[in-house]
């Protein structure tokens, strides 16, 4: 195999803990190891704390070249365009100056990033490799940032098509995505479905006889709810707030609410008015004690925005995977990870707004056998080995950015596993 020149833009980059920048350190050290060149470009300031700095560096086997003012923080659209802007311009200006690149690979993460990738890859004459994260500007419309007809929305998907157009390999996570960037303009041929995996060598399940992290919850003998990750405006956690309430009367179940993000504050209201007592808010955890924070719960939630279905797709519920804990999702019962969770029997479905539904889930996994608990623990391991992991997937990605993967059909996002008899765990209509 030729070895290659390979420049990755990323804007998030570990030890950053967005969730694509840690994702993209996988790729970038599996490349490395190959053999290949690799450098990142990648933002100096956290994207969501932008106090918070670090410098370039090597880490194995990876060059990191990262770029001052890449980021201003994400209070607010203008201030989250703008960081995106400037990491932008900052990476065609570097880029520039290299001597040869043979492949980029850029994801969403910022969406101007595919822009300087393309035009990179034109001048270079080099494979590009887009991975689709996130859909903009239609997660812009989606969500009421912008409205449809906008200046910015209008130029946005301009240059959306154009790229989907030069990309020479388009990776996205799930069918819903497949359909709707085809839709704006992506080849069919040039596309592949590849989800996301567990961080099984970061993540691996901790035995609740070595768990301290539910000592410092002080529910040592609750069943405890988690949410866990990035808060923003497009993880609505209003449906679980309204089944906190009403599980007010149940000593015994307890929600830990950990991340940040814009939607925090409105999180913390919430609260703070419904006087929630059985709910516990704590920051983003560090990544060393991201396994033991995370094996802590008993029920992972993972929510999906009904208008955001093939647009987002929450990479949160593979970490609940790579941890053997059972999946909360809320939301459309068409979305990727409610169909993912339904059809393979890891945990429940409700629909946003249902709190009822919710609160009826929440007491049904808390009073869960154990035999059943065991039954899906076997299950979660048969999706991981071989199947749905980190080597698997990570090295399938490596082979499409350096161009030696053999084939140009879509694969199936649950990677066609077979149904499971048992199709329970659909709550609500």
């Keep these: 195999m030729t070895k290659q020149r390979i420049l990755i833009i990323s804007q998030p980059y570990p030890p950053d803990?967005?969730?694509?920048g840690k994702y993209m350190e996988d790729v970038a050290l599996a490349l490395a190891a190959q053999g290949h060149k690799v450098e990142v470009f990648a933002s100096r300031e956290r994207l969501d704390k932008p106090s918070e700095t670090y410098k370039s560096s090597i880490e194995g086997g990876v060059r990191i070249r990262r770029f001052r003012f890449s980021s201003f923080g994400k209070n607010s659209l203008p201030i989250r365009i703008l960081g995106a802007i400037s990491f932008a311009l900052q990476s065609m200006i570097v880029g520039v100056t290299r001597r040869r690149i043979d492949c980029?690979?850029?994801?969403?993460?910022?969406?101007?990033?595919?822009a300087v990738a393309c035009i990179l890859a034109g001048i270079y004459r080099a494979r590009m490799t887009y991975w689709v994260h996130d859909v903009n500007p239609d997660q812009a419309v989606a969500l009421e940032l912008l409205p449809s007809n906008h200046l910015l929305v209008k130029t946005g998907r301009v240059i959306s098509r154009w790229v989907l157009g030069r990309a020479d390999r388009i990776i996205v996570l799930d069918d819903a995505m497949l359909e709707r960037i085809v839709a704006?303009?992506?080849?069919?041929?040039?596309?592949?479905?590849?989800?996301?995996?567990?961080?099984?060598?970061?993540?691996?399940?901790?035995?609740?006889?070595?768990?301290t992290f539910r000592s410092k919850l002080n529910c040592q003998e609750s069943f405890l709810v988690m949410y866990s990750g990035n808060l923003g405006i497009s993880h609505s956690l209003d449906t679980l707030s309204k089944a906190a309430k009403l599980l007010?009367?149940?000593?015994?179940?307890?929600?830990?609410?950990?991340?940040?993000?814009?939607?925090?504050?409105?999180?913390r209201?919430?609260?703070?008015?419904?006087?929630?007592?059985n709910v516990t808010l704590l920051p983003y955890q560090p990544a060393e004690k991201l396994a033991e924070s995370l094996s802590a719960a008993d029920l992972h939630v993972v929510v999906t925005h009904d208008e955001l279905?093939?647009?987002?797709?929450?990479?949160?519920?593979?970490?609940?995977?790579?941890?053997?804990?059972?999946?909360l999702s809320i939301g459309p019962l068409h979305s990727p990870i409610s169909s993912l969770v339904n059809e393979h029997c890891l945990g429940w479905s409700v629909t946003t707004g249902d709190s009822q539904a919710l609160q009826l889930a929440i007491l049904e996994a808390?009073?869960?056998?154990?035999?059943?608990?065991?039954?899906?623990?076997?299950?979660q391991r048969h999706l991981k080995h071989p199947l749905l992991n980190k080597p698997a997937l990570c090295g399938t990605l490596c082979q499409e950015i350096i161009g030696t993967q053999e084939g140009d059909n879509c694969i199936d996002s649950n990677l066609n596993l077979p149904p499971m008899s048992n199709k329970q765990g659909i709550i609500g209509k």
């Design 269 to 277: 209201a919430q609260i703070l008015e419904e006087n929630l007592t």
């Design 184 to 211: 704006n303009g992506a080849k069919p041929s040039s596309t592949r479905v590849l989800p996301p995996w567990p961080h099984d060598d970061l993540l691996s399940p901790i035995p609740r006889s070595r768990d």
């Design 104 to 114: 980029v690979f850029v994801s969403t993460a910022p969406p101007t990033g595919a």
């Design 366 to 379: 808390a009073a869960e056998s154990d035999e059943k608990r065991s039954s899906r623990t076997s299950t």
């Design 248 to 267: 007010r009367t149940h000593p015994e179940i307890k929600f830990a609410i950990i991340g940040q993000g814009a939607g925090m504050e409105l999180v």
């Design 17 to 20: 803990p967005a969730a694509t």
């Design 309 to 327: 279905v093939g647009i987002l797709h929450p990479c949160k519920a593979y970490s609940a995977l790579a941890v053997e804990r059972p999946i």
